[in-house]
């Protein structure tokens, strides 16, 4: 039972167009959502995260929007560039764990990014 | 400041065969994690622990032990391998505690095959 879905496997992006990686969840009890890049050969490295109290978070050329209602976040890089080509996980945490000092983290599938010269 | 280091890089098992994929950290945090990697699942919590002395069964635990006898170290042991243990290991580590959310910091993975 996959509770965080990454439902496509790959996206391919022209440089200097915006990329949109899409994530969708089950579980009501998740309120924390982060955003991880992997290249190959490392281990995930921390891009962004969002709080169930906001709907937009933005950091520099990455953006992610919550829709808690459609339970469906996404993840806008703009613009493009060919360093942003990996893997990204999109994963979710929840506050009943946070309390048990246990933060978490529960990943969808990934979704390999390659941007085009 | 290393972070998260994870040894060793590659390791290849035969079936029943016994090993400790070895995770030290050098930030301080009490939340330390074991997550396996597979094709199309992506990562999967194995076992976890909130501080030393402390550690708790993950998403998938079967086939693994953990003990976290200082801060710095959370060792995963195999204790029979089999193939369906064939996977990439990445430690992680975050500050933890009741302060709120914080991102975690994950080593370079162990990758494991078992043939």
């Known amino acids: 039972d996959q509770q965080v879905k990454q439902n496509s496997p790959s996206l391919s992006v022209q440089e200097g167009r915006i990329s949109i990686l899409n994530c969708d969840y089950t579980?009501?009890?998740?309120?924390?959502f982060l955003w991880y890049k992997k290249y190959p050969a490392e281990g995930p490295t921390f891009l962004i995260s969002?709080?169930?109290?906001?709907d937009k978070n933005e950091d520099g050329r990455f953006t992610v929007f919550l829709n808690k209602s459609a339970k469906h976040l996404s993840l806008h890089i703009v613009p493009s560039q060919p360093g942003d080509s990996a893997v990204y996980f999109c994963a979710a945490s929840a506050r009943f764990w946070l309390d048990q000092g246990a933060q978490k983290l529960v990943f969808g599938q990934g979704t390999r990014l390659t941007i085009n010269p | 400041n290393a972070g998260v280091t994870q040894t060793p890089k590659f390791q290849v098992l035969k079936t029943g065969q016994s090993m400790t994929l070895q995770c030290a950290q050098d930030m301080n945090h009490e939340y330390m994690s074991w997550y396996r990697q597979d094709p199309g699942m992506g990562l999967r919590l194995i076992h976890y622990?909130?501080?030393?002395?402390?550690?708790d069964q993950g998403e998938v635990p079967n086939g693994y032990n953990v003990s976290r006898s200082t801060t710095e170290d959370f060792p995963l042991r195999l204790l029979s391998a089999a193939p369906s243990q064939t996977s990439v290991y990445f430690c992680a580590s975050t500050q933890g505690g009741l302060g709120g959310y914080t991102e975690a910091f994950f080593g370079q993975g162990t990758r494991l095959t078992v043939v």
């Open positions: 969002i709080s169930s109290i906001k």
């Open positions: 579980n009501s009890m998740f309120d924390y």
């Open positions: 622990s909130v501080g030393a002395g402390i550690t």
